[in-house]
């Protein structure tokens, strides 16, 4: 074996395994290597709900006495994870969020956890997120909310739900790791700390032992460093699991052949100039950057007309709301119970619904899908900003205004998206571009992000302090 690199948290998932699988390191200095980061960056950062050191640390030195005796199970055995608080695995802690599930133990493993492992991932422990996934700021009152890495000195939004995941692979205490997507919660934590984060379609990945928020739109995905780590984990983990039948009948998904042949020849829709409103003048600056350097490598750029406004699907939130209020309603309506002001309002905005809503939320829901089919016609995917803004401080926060005006319509027209980082602003926060593509068309998704990438290093930078 080779010497080290000096601080192995700093290579990428990818470069992690390339280097276990060619023996230049092992699994035990990957390991060491994130819990040191964590070790060092935790008290501050808050990101973890449990770490699970000796764990971690027994299962390194096992995948690397079966990666030396020729035993490896796959090219990514030996690599860290972090999942976030929704993830079961049998016998450990799975809060949702929620203080008032602090002793629940998960009595099975889910499934998107036993294919990680089942893959030789070695599981560092679970991440904070919002109560039961329910916000995207990435906010939590009583179980505290992670400290975006990008500004050292303010309080800033992670972004949510899947918060703590995304300040974990940010802040490099972990290589990647597994988020979930309701309403924007992958795509927002990557948008406010710099990531890459894929939100699939609905099917691709199972829900089975991850807590539930909306059992008609929740999507587990992954957060990571680089569009080629965010689709290596997006491999390990799709595919159908007869234990969740929203997977039935969808194939596992490999992105990788086509994830290298560049945009020459895609149409991508910018955006109505209406939906510019609102957005920060930093963000669209950057989302016109990233237009023209797609535009550059010879994709066609054409506006394309929607049969809505992005701020209109929130009209859709009876779903979310009403199934929210199926899982959570009894907790909610507990005046008693450690619940966020703003979690236990959305939960019980679901019990002010009729079944005659619901309903006709659905219906509607399928004509906007129907409608926005026809309006993609021609196009290969629709490009907006992430975010109308970057992180903001904590104390800044209103909870009654989400930064899921970009995200929400591919949640509820059953899409996938991808965001990735397209510059900062002038003080060094992230900026994010969403790359939004029809439903199991991941691999387009990540094409283009892989082709903005390589003519881009936005997503190589560091936040301050984080240098090694």
């Known amino acids: 074996m080779t010497d080290t690199p000096t601080d192995l948290s700093l290579l990428s998932a990818k470069a992690l395994a390339e280097g276990i699988s060619a023996r230049t390191f092992s699994p035990v200095d990957a390991v060491e290597a994130m819990l040191a980061r964590i070790a060092a960056q935790e008290p501050k950062l808050r990101a973890f709900t449990e770490v699970y050191a000796a764990d971690a640390r027994l299962a390194a030195e096992g995948a690397d006495r079966a990666i030396r005796s020729g035993h490896a199970v796959g090219p990514l055995h030996g690599v860290p994870v972090a999942l976030k608080d929704l993830v079961d695995l049998d016998g450990r802690i799975t809060m949702g969020g929620s203080a008032a599930h602090r002793a629940r133990i998960a009595r099975g493993t889910a499934t998107v956890a036993r294919r990680l492992i089942a893959h030789g991932m070695i599981v560092l422990g679970k991440t904070h997120t919002v109560e039961f996934a329910y916000g995207g700021w990435g906010t939590n009152p009583h179980l505290g909310t992670p400290w975006n890495p990008w500004d050292p000195g303010t309080p800033r939004t992670p972004g949510g739900s899947s918060s703590g995941t995304g300040v974990a692979v940010a802040a490099r205490m972990a290589p990647w790791g597994l988020g979930t997507d309701t309403g924007g919660s992958v795509r927002l934590p990557a948008a406010f700390c710099g ?35 965010a689709a290596l984990l997006y491999r390990a983990m799709s595919g159908p699991d007869p234990l969740d039948p929203t997977t039935r009948g969808i194939a596992p998904d490999d992105p990788f052949p086509t994830l290298k042949r560049g945009v020459r020849g895609l149409r991508l829709a910018r955006m109505p100039a209406a939906e510019r409103e609102g957005a920060d003048g930093a963000v669209l600056a950057a989302y016109d950057r990233a237009l023209d350097t797609l535009a550059s490598l010879g994709a066609e750029i054409a506006e394309i007309h929607l049969p809505f406004r992005f701020a209109e699907i929130f009209d859709l939130s009876a779903i979310t709301n009403a199934e929210a209020y199926v899982t959570n309603g009894a907790l909610a309506e507990d005046p008693a119970s450690p619940l966020g002001d703003a979690v236990r309002a959305r939960i019980l905005a679901g019990a002010k619904l009729t079944a005659q809503d619901y309903l006709a939320t659905i219906r509607r829901r399928e004509a906007l899908k129907r409608a926005f089919a026809e309006a993609l016609e021609g196009f290969d995917a629709v490009l907006t900003p992430t975010t109308e803004t970057a992180a903001i401080p904590l104390d800044s926060v209103d ?19 991808l965001a990735l980082p397209s510059g900062f602003t002038a003080g060094g926060l992230p900026l994010s571009l969403q790359i939004v593509c029809r439903g199991y068309d991941e691999a387009t998704a990540l094409r283009i ?15 301050p302090g984080i240098q090694g």
């Open 399 to 417: 909870e009654d205004h989400l930064p899921s005006r970009f995200c929400r319509f591919g949640n509820l027209l059953d899409l996938c998206g």
């Open 449 to 463: 992000g892989q082709a903005y990438q390589g003519a881009t290093d936005w997503h190589l930078r560091l936040p």
């Open 195 to 229: 990531l890459t984060g894929l939100k699939v379609t609905v099917g691709r990945i199972s829900t089975h032992g991850i807590v539930p928020l909306s059992t008609t739109l929740d999507t587990p995905g992954p957060l990571a460093r680089t569009v080629e780590d």
